[in-house]
């Protein structure tokens, strides 16, 4: 009986999502995109430029507001739906299933290709560096460089001005935004954001090139330009 039941619980865990389990990556692979061969090092601990950056996250510190505080804890939130500021009150998961899907792929496409990255420079955050620094975000437990927040905000512009052309202007702006909380919140140096702003070009680059991605592009650009009243493209 013992046997029996040792079997069963088997294979319900082989039928469970094996996340965590494989390293899983949707329409690119890291041996097309390695960061670690594209990206400038960062600042070196205890440099001029890691000096001078110090200093911007302090003076955002000692300056942001409590407006500014809510906006950037706000931004924490890695979900393409932060740009319903941009994209209308109907850009929810909930009426964009397919455009849900897609993007939960891509945000897992880019962790992927960034994890060597921070891997291979393993640049402390800020406020290890430096005590005075006190984010007034959630501190991540990984390495600082490339910003991870600032990738995937910057794939997830560019993907929907691709979608929506007509709100190109606006979708870049925002992400500017949504890579500057990084800063403001203290999490990141800017030279972090810059490197994310750079991971998140290549990473869009790609995946608009494979037909695969063109795919499930097409049929969630097709829902999203529905849903907010659009014509096709």
């Not at 390695?34 to 600042?43: D, E, G, R, W, Y």
């Not at 319903?84 to 792929?105: C, H, I, S, W």
């Not at 880019?110 to 800020?126: F, S, T, Y």
């Not at 979608?163 to 972090?192: C, W």
Request: with cysteine; charged share 20%.
């Amino acid at each position: 009986m013992q046997h029996v039941t040792r079997y069963v619980l088997f294979l319900l865990l082989m039928l469970l999502p094996q996340q965590g389990w494989a390293d899983e990556t949707y329409f690119i692979t890291r041996e097309q995109i390695n960061l670690s061969a594209l990206l400038a090092p960062p600042p070196a601990v205890g440099s001029r430029e890691q000096q001078q950056e110090m200093a911007v996250l302090l003076n955002f510190q000692n300056t942001r507001t409590p407006a500014q505080v809510a906006f950037a804890r706000a931004d924490m939130d890695r979900s393409v739906f932060r740009f319903q500021d941009v994209m209308g009150e109907n850009f929810t998961a909930q009426k964009l299933p397919q455009v849900a899907a897609l993007f939960a792929k891509i945000k897992k496409s880019a962790d992927h290709i960034l994890a060597p990255a921070k891997a291979h420079w393993d640049r402390p955050r800020p406020y290890t560096s430096n005590p005075d620094i006190h984010p007034c975000v959630d501190k991540p437990d990984n390495a600082s460089y490339p910003s991870g927040h600032s990738t995937f905000g910057t794939v997830s512009a560019i993907i929907l001005a691709n979608m929506v052309p007509e709100k190109q202007t606006a979708l870049f702006e925002r992400a500017e935004l949504y890579r500057l909380n990084r800063e403001i919140g203290g999490a990141h140096y800017p030279s972090d954001v810059l490197a994310g702003r750079i991971s998140g070009t290549v990473i869009a680059a790609f995946l608009l090139r494979s037909p695969e991605f063109q795919a499930e592009f097409a049929a969630a650009r097709s829902e999203l330009r529905t849903v907010l009243g659009l014509p096709a493209l």
